[in-house]
């Protein structure tokens, strides 16, 4: 039960007090790119949630299987970003069966995910951070659901700002800056209550 409690603070801390995207910064460009809509920003969102636990699993597995016994830590990048990419490659075949609109829709943003720093950060993190399997995966998942979380808020006020006055140098990246510096100082006041 006690193991369940510290996956489950791992998780809960990945969504709220250490937001990979609004603590950490990692994945900003497709943030900033993709949150024009909340259906894009739904999809793209969904996407890294499954990519981020699925990547952060098999990382795991490839990272203490293979390259550890073998002592060849050193070639971690290069392996998780291989497995990333193949992982998106099915995600992309997957989205665009099912909904070609959702797939126009994200565009170039959906082959980004594989350079998405925050899919790279979340496994170096886990590596880093020396986390079980379970730990491991709940941090992918919670890492996903926060990105998630925060990419539907921003998308959320960007659609309702088309309708408001904004003054004519902020428009556009200003304003959009502004209100994502705002939702990290948010995200960063849940900061100290786990660790």
């Keep these: 039960m006690e193991a369940f409690g510290a996956t489950f603070a791992i998780f809960f801390s990945a969504v709220f007090t250490n937001n990979i995207l609004l603590t950490n910064y990692l994945g900003m460009c497709s943030f900033l790119g993709a949150s024009r809509e909340i259906k894009t920003a739904t999809g793209l969102g969904t996407a890294v949630i499954f990519v981020m636990t699925a990547t952060s699993a098999l990382n795991w597995i490839v990272y203490h299987a293979i390259l550890v016994p073998l002592k060849l830590e050193y070639l971690r990048f290069i392996v998780f970003i291989i497995v990333i990419a193949a992982f998106v490659q099915i995600v992309e075949m997957i989205i665009e069966r099912v909904s070609d609109r959702l797939y126009i829709a994200l565009g170039i943003f959906l082959p980004l995910i594989t350079v998405n720093c ?78």
Aim: net charge positive; glycine share 18%.
């Design 118 to 195: 925050a899919i790279l950060g979340a496994t170096l993190f886990m590596v880093i951070r020396e986390y079980t399997f379970a730990a491991g995966v709940a941090y992918g998942l919670g890492g996903g659901v926060g990105w998630t979380l925060a990419i539907i808020a921003m998308a959320g006020i960007r659609q309702s700002m088309t309708k408001a006055r904004v003054p004519k140098g902020l428009e556009g990246a200003g304003i959009t800056l502004i209100i994502a510096g705002i939702m990290a100082l948010a995200f960063m006041g849940f900061n100290g209550m786990i660790r």
